[in-house]
């Protein structure tokens, strides 16, 4: 079946200091991927929507300097929270969408991060 | 834009009783595709229904929700609630024809209460 890992689970950070997060994509291909993040009491925000040899489209009020993606293959993304602060707390998201044109998305357990 | 609208940002029932959780949209597309997730504690979304065909029910695992495009509805149901049902319910809408992200509703928190 299709799966989605996120490492790391659980993270933690001191104020100002960066973290990578990856998502991995297994049992098909991820040809979109969607980065979300739900901070505490909210929904779930996009960020960003990566697709495979195109642009990464960010969301208002995310930008490629704070949270650079990158999604090389088929199976794999990354997207790094710079300088995080207090308000980039939450769970950060990876839903992949396969390239049979599926309409669902996979969504992985996502990386809650702390801000210290 | 695109909306999702979930009335009920907490709804507590007794087990056993009707469960209806409300979820309404707006989108300029004519095909949308709507979907409910749901979020247990500590833990990711989960798919737990999705639709795209008018007026026809669709049904997991208990619960089932129908899609009325003529009030722009997917209201999610289950005739008798469980104690482990009890999690936050997402209501989300995507348009497949064109930038496919998911756009959540607020979400309704469900507690069953024995």
Redesign the interface.
């Given at each position: 079946g299709a799966l989605v890992y996120q490492y790391p689970r659980r993270t933690i950070c001191k104020s100002g200091t960066s973290m990578r997060m990856e998502c991995q994509a297994v049992g098909f291909q991820a040809t979109?991927v969607?980065w979300?993040r739900q901070s505490p009491q909210k929904?779930?925000e996009?960020i960003a929507?990566s697709t495979v040899n195109s642009a990464i489209?960010y969301e208002q009020n995310f930008t490629q300097e704070k949270f650079p993606i990158s999604h090389p293959n088929l199976s794999f993304s990354s997207m790094t929270v710079l300088n995080a602060y207090l308000e980039d707390r939450g769970?950060y998201?990876c839903?992949a969408?396969d390239s049979t044109?599926s309409?669902?998305?996979y969504?992985?357990?996502?990386t809650r991060l702390t801000v210290l | 834009g695109d909306s999702v609208t979930q009335t009920e940002g907490l709804v507590t029932l007794t087990e056993g009783l009707p469960v209806m959780l409300n979820c309404t949209y707006q989108t300029i597309y004519s095909n949308p595709f709507l979907f409910w997730y749901v979020q247990h504690l500590n833990e990711s979304p989960r798919l737990l229904l999705k639709s795209f065909t008018d007026n026809k029910r669709t049904e997991h695992q208990g619960f089932h929700a129908t899609l009325h495009k003529s009030s722009s509805s997917f209201h999610l149901q289950k005739s008798s609630a469980q104690l482990s049902d009890s999690a936050l319910y997402y209501c989300a809408l995507s348009d497949p024809s064109g930038s496919w992200q998911l756009i959540f509703g607020s979400g309704t928190q469900l507690t069953v209460m024995p």
């Open positions: 979109s969607a979300y929904t779930f996009l929507l489209k769970l998201l839903g969408r044109g309409y669902e998305q969504f992985g357990p996502g | -």
